[in-house]
């Protein structure tokens, strides 16, 4: 179960197992959305893996499947990905290299580990698109950032600013992404945007944020108003951590599947549209096996989600 604590300097957000595209997928570990927390700026999702040993595994397989209303962000620690889309993309994602894909009105695509890879470990991210961008058209970017070292840490700034280090991959609202390796020992403090709320999602290290401390797979969440994040590691080996931050999203959003929209009605079109296998979201060429079929419906009306009052 999800559940949060309030310690003195972060509120901190616990993961849920999830199996990756099927009951006898790969697991992942979802620390967003959840019952005490839907976004992080306009981070919607974000799912850690591994570091899973692919010939025990069977590591990442995931047929095409649809995506309506978002951006996805993937960034890997090792192995590698291979990605095909309905635009045309067939792509790889590398261990520091950001590729992130676009799908406001509609996309699909595949992701399935390669044969070199032998642990596949990472992130896989989401952000919702603000509602006047939220049909926007298919795109594709990828970007290498160059690590930056401060006193105390390593960074690799893979969306908006951090330390002087800028990102050119474009997004519909201010973000902030970055991978942060925290020295061993080390204590590093960053300078940032106050107007932004931010999580810092720890992969491996024993991590204090602010004073509070996170075990591995937990996030930490920090309310806009901060002008700068202490990072501590109190671990004898570098600790690694993934930053996410971004502005408040005001908006309602309704999550379901790989759907996001404004309503039940929003998801409701685009499960019928993917189901009857239309132009909206193109055909991903290449990939040996059927789509994803999407699941049924609930019952009940899907409602909208957002994130608690701020006080």
């Known amino acids: 179960m999800d559940h949060t604590e309030v310690e003195a300097g972060a509120e901190v957000l616990t993961a849920r197992d999830v199996p990756l595209g099927g009951p006898r997928a790969m697991s992942v570990r979802r620390t967003l959305p959840q019952r005490a927390r839907t976004l992080i700026g306009a981070w919607c999702f974000a799912d850690h ?3 899973d040993r692919v ?30 889309d309905s635009l045309g993309t067939h792509a790889f994602v590398r261990p520091g290299e950001i590729n992130l894909m676009t799908g406001g009105h509609g996309i699909s695509h595949t992701e399935v580990s390669t044969p070199a890879t032998t642990v596949l470990h990472g992130v896989q991210l989401w952000v919702a698109l603000p509602g006047e961008h939220r049909h926007a058209p298919r795109e594709f970017q990828h970007h290498a950032p160059e690590p930056l070292h401060v006193e105390g840490a390593q960074l690799r700034v893979f969306l908006g600013t951090l330390e ?23 204590t ?37 108003g901060r002008t700068t994040l202490t990072l501590t590691n109190r671990s004898d080996r570098p600790a690694r951590t993934v930053l996410l931050g971004g502005p408040p999203f005001e908006e309602e959003i309704v999550m379901w599947w790989n759907f996001i929209g404004r309503s039940h009605q929003d998801i409701a079109a685009a499960r019928e549209d993917w189901e009857n296998a239309s132009d909206r979201f193109g055909s991903v060429a290449g990939y040996p096996g059927e789509r994803l079929p999407a699941p049924a419906l609930p019952n ?9 009052a701020r006080h």
């Open 55 to 84: 010939a025990d595994t069977g590591g990442m397989d995931v047929a095409p499947h649809p995506h309506t209303g978002l951006q996805t962000v993937s960034w890997l620690f090792s192995g590698e990905i291979e990605h095909r």
């Open 188 to 224: 590093v403090t960053l300078d940032v945007d106050p107007a932004f709320e931010h999580g810092l999602l720890v992969d491996e290290g024993d991590v204090r944020l602010d004073g509070t401390p996170l075990l591995p797979a937990e996030l930490g969440y920090v309310a806009p």
């Open 49 to 51: 893996y591994g570091p």
């Open 300 to 308: 009940a009306v899907i409602t909208p989600r957002k994130n608690p």
């Open 164 to 186: 002087g280090a800028t990102s050119p991959v474009r997004t519909f609202t201010p973000l902030l992404g970055a991978e942060v390796l925290i020295d061993a020992g080390a």
